[in-house]
């Protein structure tokens, strides 16, 4: 029963102000950011997919919802589709920041 139970993301949406790198980031390189994010979802560590730049540029509000949604089912996330789509749309680099935080910030995943 407990293998499948959904649990929180281990850091809050505001989380990225407690790594000021990873906001700027962020904030400058948000394309590729989302880009990177996409490989890390396939196992590829910090690795540029230029492809996927390249797709947020062209639609930088279907990507990171999209990217949200892998990162959620794949770490099985206590948030429902509605939130997630939400989030990722009216709170577009939060929410990447967030999804990236998951990838380089220990958390009790890891243990």
Not at 27 to 42: L, P, T
Not at 76 to 83: D, R, V, Y
């Amino acid at each position: 029963g407990d293998v499948y139970k959904r649990q929180p993301f281990h850091n809050t949406l505001c989380g990225c102000f407690d790594d000021a790198m990873q906001c700027l980031d962020t904030v400058f390189c948000f394309y590729c950011q989302v880009g990177r994010q996409c490989s890390a979802i396939d196992g590829h560590k910090n690795m540029a997919n230029c492809g996927m730049c390249c797709v947020t540029c062209c639609f930088p509000y279907i990507t990171p919802i999209v990217l949200r949604f892998k990162v959620v089912s794949k770490y099985n996330l206590e948030e429902n589709g509605a939130i997630t789509c939400l989030t990722a749309w009216l709170c577009m680099g939060f929410s990447t920041c967030q999804t990236c935080l998951l990838y380089t910030s220990p958390s009790p995943r890891d243990s």
